[in-house]
């Protein structure tokens, strides 16, 4: 009976509200909680959202031709089109077993409307059918008032809790989602798991032939965050969730991906703390900007050891480009060794804050600007205008002018980059050149022509006025709003094909795309600590 019990209450954790004191018989009920589930909340509701994604890209004919497409399949007669439906995969040892959820409303109905299809359906029993196309076998069994349909005739003979029950905080927020129940694996199986990633990860980190050391460095690298990460998530990971909704008042759809930790864990304590960290930039958020991105992250064990090891891979690459002929290439106060010196105190120090944004309005001149915050900026911008200066003569590079202007006594250094095309003098009204300055605190930059180093001006004066404490930090956030764009990827005002399309689409403004990652209680209610979430929305 024990054992029963705390089976039971495994199979239940996907949703408060499934378990009851009457279950079935024991080796009748459902083996475990299912390790993935997608769920539709019902099919009226994603066939409204299909009619409004088409009518706000302003192709209505195509939703109206929806309604001759389901006549074909008998408008899905005998199906309940106003419930839960979708997918959930189980898996025993290594063996995955899929059951499908319909909600019927008439099974004989149903039936038929199968059959229009290559297929042929017959009742074997009590509540049984089987359905049959070409070489596939399906077993339903009903349960309910829902199907429940595999290729696995000893799955449809178990006992599963309610879907409708099951379903109902996924189908509550979102209209399509899916959801990998980290906590249904076993420990054993997460690490068997593992060591399978693992290895084949590390067969791909294998240098490659004629693959540059630096390359492969960079790569291992990466390659082995990633392992990190994957390791951390297995471990103390509780669920990884992705939901799709749209609103049809506000023409908006979001995707949001929300991870939850096990309470009381490392991962749980770590994302707790993102919050925390408070922005050099906070009064540089602005997303009514063509593009913006801003970001003040704390970065995790296995981040902060990857990105030390590349900065050491890009010094050894920079003293093999620039210092080749130095005599002081091994003095510790070399401007190279200084300069990521810098960058790897920056990175030790755990907090990532920067800012980068499009500044201009439509149809142009644009200017890109940004700032990250740096450790020890005195250092820096000695370290920063001796290696500039090295630059000089380089291939690649037209010329340097170090102090070309002075800003509230912050030297502003201008690059000017070989080879322009004409996509970019488009884009920013005339050759465009990189700005680099460092204050007390910020390395600062912008791309640009004429107006870039007004751009640049304005953004420091703006981070440096008071910054509102009060103001809730959001740790990652990049907006794109479409309209700026129109006529600077479609300078001839084309109206057919692709570019004529996105400009009726996207030309009347409102149309953006939006992320965040955040650490904040989503719609689920969850009891466990939420470490990512993620929108995108596209609005008109």
Known sequence: FSSRRRHTRSLCDWSSDVCSSDLRAWGQVAPQAP???????????????????????????????????????????????NQSMGVMLYLTGFSP????????????????TVEIG?????????????VKARQQTLYVKMQGNYAFVSNDSSAVNLEYPDPASTAKRFSA?????????LKSLEPATRQLFYNIFKAQAENGLQRRDNEPEA?????????????????????????????WTMSPVDKAAALEVVIT??????????????????????????????????????????????????????????????????????????PIRQLFTVL?????????????????????????????????????????????????????????????????????HRIEPAGQGSGRERLFGGPPSIYLAVDKSVLWFAVGADKAPGDLKRAMDKAAEPRNETATAVPMQMVMNFASFTEMF???????????????????????????????????????TVISYAVFCLKK
Do not use: C
């Not at 209209?175 to 129940?181: G, L, M, Q, T, Y």
């Open 261 to 334: 930790a096990n309470q009381g864990s490392e991962y749980a304590a770590y994302f707790a703390e993102i919050q925390g960290a408070r922005s050099r930039f906070t009064n540089l958020v602005n997303t009514s900007n063509p593009m913006s991105m801003s970001l003040s992250w704390k970065l995790d064990k296995p981040s902060r050891k990857s990105m030390r090891t590349m900065l050491g891979v890009a010094q050894k690459e920079m003293f093999k480009r620039m210092a080749a002929d130095d005599a002081n290439v091994d003095a510790e106060d070399h």
């Open 173 to 181: 927020s979102y209209d399509v989602s899916a959801a990998i129940s």
């Open 490 to 528: 479609d300078p001839e005002k084309r109206s057919e094909g692709f570019a004529g399309r996105a400009r009726r689409a996207f030309g009347k403004g409102g149309d953006a795309l939006r992320m965040e990652v955040d650490r904040k209680s989503t719609r689920l209610n969850s009891s466990h």
């Open 344 to 412: 790897d105190s920056t990175v030790a120090e755990g907090h990532a804050d920067l800012i980068a944004q499009m500044v201009g309005t439509a149809p142009g001149p644009f200017s890109f600007v940004g700032g990250m915050k740096m450790e020890d900026t005195g250092t820096l911008s000695n370290a920063l205008m001796d290696v500039l200066g090295r630059l000089k003569g380089r291939p690649g590079i037209a010329d340097v002018r170090l102090n070309s202007s002075t800003h509230n006594g912050v030297d502003i």
């Open 35 to 81: 390790l993935l589930i997608v769920n539709v909340a019902s099919f009226e509701r994603l066939l409204g959202q299909v009619a409004t994604t088409f009518e706000a890209a302003g192709r209505p004919e195509l939703a109206e031709s929806l309604g001759g497409q389901l006549a074909r399949v008998n408008d899905l007669k005998g199906l309940n089109r």
């Open 97 to 112: 077993t899929t059951v499908a959820y319909v909600p019927v409303k008439n099974i004989d109905d149903l039936m038929k």
């Open 118 to 130: 290559p297929v042929s359906t017959t009742k074997v029993g009590e509540d049984r059918y089987e």
């Open 215 to 243: 390359a492969w460095e960079m790569r291992k690298a990466e390659g082995e965050r990633t392992l990190a990460v994957m390791e951390i998530l297995l471990n103390q990971g509780n669920e990884i969730l992705v939901g």
